[in-house]
Nanobody
């Protein structure tokens, strides 16, 4: 079964850190483009990072320098290290996999993990 499962969300204070994981099953994650989205309350879902099979990553301007993606040695888990958290980072975080385009809607999506940052 093709599946993505996010984990690692929770409550953090401003300036703190959280590390999210996106674990794939049923397909070779390291051959897909992995996107991280977040959806804040009453806002549209926004793309915050893309991780490519080459190992390169791109980030939304608002998280550059604070968030870092990495892939584990086994290749089927991608992590999102989030540092210096801000209240505006609050939201549900989703990971998605697509072979050709980051974040394309017809890819595989996880169910999300909640991140809440309080001041």
């Amino acid at each position: 079964q093709v599946q993505l499962v996010e984990s690692g969300g929770g409550l953090a204070q401003t300036g703190g850190s959280l590390k999210l994981s996106c674990t794939a099953s049923g397909f070779p994650m390291d051959q897909y483009i992995i996107g991280w989205f977040r959806q804040a309350p009453e806002k549209e879902r926004e793309l915050i990072s893309c991780f490519y099979p080459t190992g390169k990553a791109s980030y939304r301007e608002s998280v550059k320098g604070r968030f870092t993606c990495d892939r584990d040695v086994g290749g089927n888990t991608l992590t999102l290290q989030m540092n210096d958290l801000k209240t505006e980072d609050t939201g549900v975080y989703f990971c998605t996999a697509h072979m050709y385009e980051c974040g394309r809607g017809d890819g595989t999506w996880g169910r999300g993990t909640q991140v809440t940052v309080s001041s």
